[in-house]
């Protein structure tokens, strides 16, 4: 069964601390993403990776860093976080390049941050 | 840029009732379209993923349709039960450039009454 982890269901943390949030999969997929989740506005797209130590901007990439040091692993980095940071944040893997049911997105659980 | 518009927003229907929730996009350069279920608090789950070469895709009770011309998809669940509640979600996977990611709608909450 595949599986999309994040470190965290519930973070508290206070304006200017700097805020890690881990996701693993262990699919073996090349590709891995972040989005957030608000009311009214959906999920958002932050940043995504095609393969370790490759990344792109997503739609909404200010404020947010990425790493992928490793294929399974891919966190998200707030330098300093802000109240507007405050939100459900949902991390995704894919298979590249498959077809079929091989280019289903799986999402992690997520994690709701608070900041205050 | 690709805009994803789901309708309606809010749907409440007895159990056992067939129903079909809709999906527009406005870009057809896609790959793909995928649905999604979203449980209050919770993470997505993949329910049915189309092709852009595809017509439609059926899972149990669900059958989902695209029709990539006029950029429209539908989910059709069949007697609908109490643990069908959930937020259904729509997003396409875009080929005409730009980030990799799925575009999504803001879903639709679906009640079903016992």
């Known amino acids: 069964d595949v599986k999309v982890t994040q470190s965290s269901r519930y973070l508290v943390k206070r304006t200017g601390e700097k805020v890690f949030l881990e996701c693993v999969q262990d699919m073996d997929h090349e590709n891995m993403f972040w989005y957030r989740q608000d009311p009214g506005l959906g999920l958002r797209l932050i940043y995504f990776?095609?393969?370790?130590?490759?990344?792109e901007k997503g739609d909404i990439p200010e404020g947010y860093s990425v790493s992928r040091e490793k294929k399974e692993r891919f966190s998200l980095i707030l330098e300093s976080a802000s109240t507007n940071q405050t939100s459900m944040y949902l991390c995704?893997?894919?298979?590249?390049?498959?077809?079929?049911?091989?280019?289903?997105?799986?999402f992690g659980p997520g994690t709701r941050l608070t900041v205050l | 840029k690709q805009e994803v518009t789901q309708i309606p927003a809010a749907l409440s229907v007895p159990e056992g009732e067939n129903l079909v929730l809709n999906c527009s996009f406005t870009?057809?350069?896609?790959?793909?379209l995928q649905w999604f279920r979203q449980d209050p608090g919770k993470g997505l789950t993949s329910l049915l993923l189309?092709?852009?070469?595809?017509r439609e895709q059926t899972s149990g009770r669900l059958n989902a349709s695209l029709d990539k011309s006029s950029g429209r998809s539908t989910l059709y669940i069949a007697a609908s039960q109490p643990g069908d509640s959930a937020t259904y979600l729509c997003a396409v996977r875009s080929s005409g450039g730009g980030a990799d990611g799925l575009t999504f709608g803001k879903g639709t909450h679906l009640i079903i009454q016992p």
């Open positions: 189309i092709q852009s070469s595809q």
């Open positions: 995704a893997s894919r298979h590249s390049g498959g077809a079929g049911v091989t280019d289903t997105q799986y």
């Open positions: 870009d057809s350069a896609i790959y793909n």
């Open positions: 990776s095609y393969d370790v130590k490759m990344k």
